[in-house]
Structures are given as structure tokens and as C-alpha cells.
């Protein structure tokens, strides 16, 4: 039988690269996004594309149901991947704003996961696969919304792994570093909304760093890869026999993953503040 995949966040990026390649390896894919016109643009394109909005959850039990209509009650892996940027100081991130993303990138991900698990029980199998990023494994200035988010995304499903031993449903986590995509400027409306840099104690760096980098793109970043190189992970994620806890992408990840485990946080400190 013909395996099935529901990829969230597919509208571009990594989603939408991870949703072709899986197509061509013959699996039959329901690429949501949380726009009816994406859906509509991908179904166009022959793809099965429910509506799953992450902040909604009315949408995340309606698009998942849609999906299993239309499999006769099955699905073999879920790849959790929609989410969003936020970039801003710390201290000039209202809680409403980390409430905001935290409902897009970690409680939404997790009502879907948590209606899929069931359907995967009764099936004796199934792939849990999330999208992490570098920015779960060490921590970036200016970044601190999303890294609370990843950081959290990491607990769980490390947990999540650990539960769900022995059951048939293996639990996978994707950690790409600088991917090409549009997070960058998908950011920019949460940025205005949220942040009052002109108002904030780091208004001086704001204008040296944050803003020059968020506005104006300067090409790709270094070691930046296409979105096809998490698609190769999720491929082997999906298929393998054995398949990895987890699964690096680009070398600031591997070099991440390094100042984690061998130096101390003083140490990482001295690097991380120098980017």
C-alpha cells in the first residue's frame, strides 16, 4: 500500500521542499498549510492539502480528520515543520508575544501530535517527526522567542521518545541550521507587532545589527543549504529500520551540537556573544 505523510507548514521552505521530495519517493503526501490559498495553490499542484492552522484548533482536528477520511483511518508519518520567527531582545518581548509563538511553534504541534498518536497506537506503527533547529541545541542573541520554543520542543519529544518505547511509533527530531527560506521575512510583521525598538534600552544595537540584517537581506548566510537537505533527513527518518533519535543539518549544527556536549557555558558564552 501507497505510504502517507502529512507534512505541516508547506506553503514554502522546508515544507514545501520536504512535501515534492516525499511525493517522489512515492509516498502520497497531505501538505497543509495555514492559508486557504496556499492549499487551494497546492492542490493545483496535485497534492492532497488540508487546512491545519497551528493557533487554530478547531482547524488542527478538521484538517487531521480530512486526512484520515481520505486514508481510511491511517497515517504513517506526521511531520510536525510549520512555524515562525520572532526576533527581538529578551527583555523587549511582551508576554503576549511569547504567548503568540509559543501557540504556533509548540502548543499547536503538540494538539496535532497528540491526536495522531492514538491513530498510530491502534495501526501498531507509525513516525513522529519534528522540525527542530540549531536554535534547540544552543542559544543566539536576539533570537530568544523561537529559542524557547525549540528549547521546549526539544524536552518534549526527547520525553515524547522516551514514552513512547516499544509501542511501533518511532519519534525522530530534525536540527537544521541556516536553511533557504523565508523565515526572515515571514518574521518581519511579528517583529512590528510585537517589538518597540525605538523605545528599548538596546535601541543603538537594534540599529548596528537587528534591523540592517531582518530588512536587508545580504544574500544567503554562510553554510546556508536548500531546504532539500532536510528533506534527505526526513526521507531516512521515514524509512529507516533504525531511524535516528536525531538528525543534523548544515555544519553550524554539528558545531552546535559540539559546544553543547564538550565545552563549558562560560566557554559557549565566549563564542555564541563574538556572532
Known sequence: MQKTILITGCSSGIGYDAALGMREQGWRVFASCRKQADCDRLREEGFDSPLIDYTDAASIASGLQEVLDATGGSLDVLFNNGAHGFPGAVEDI?????????????????????????????????????CSSILGLVAFPWRGAYVATKYALEGLTDTLRLELHGSGIEVSLIEPGPITSKLREKAIPIFERYIDWENSA??????????????????????????????????????????????????????????????????????????
Do not use: C
Request: proline share 6%; charged share 25%; aromatic share 10%.
Open 94 to 130: 511582551p508576554t503576549d508575544g511569547l504567548r503568540h509563538i509559543f501557540e504556533t511553534n509548540f502548543f499547536g504541534w503538540h494538539e496535532l501530535t497528540r491526536r495522531v498518536i492514538p491513530v498510530m497506537r491502534d495501526q501498531g506503527r507509525g513516525r513522529i517527526i519534528q
Open 202 to 275: 538596546l535601541r543603538e544595537k537594534y540599529e548596528s545589527s537587528l534591523l540592517k540584517r531582518l530588512y536587508h537581506s545580504s544574500g544567503p548566510d554562510t553554510f546556508e543549504l536548500p531546504a532539500s537537505y532536510v528533506t534527505k533527513r526526513l526521507v531516512h527518518a521515514a524509512t529507516a529500520a533504525r531511524p535516528r533519535p536525531r538528525y543534523y543539518v548544515t555544519t553550524p549544527t554539528y558545531i552546535g551540537g559540539f559546544l553543547r556536549r564538550i565545552l563549558s557555558t562560560r566557554a559557549t558564552d565566549r563564542i555564541l556573544t563574538r556572532l
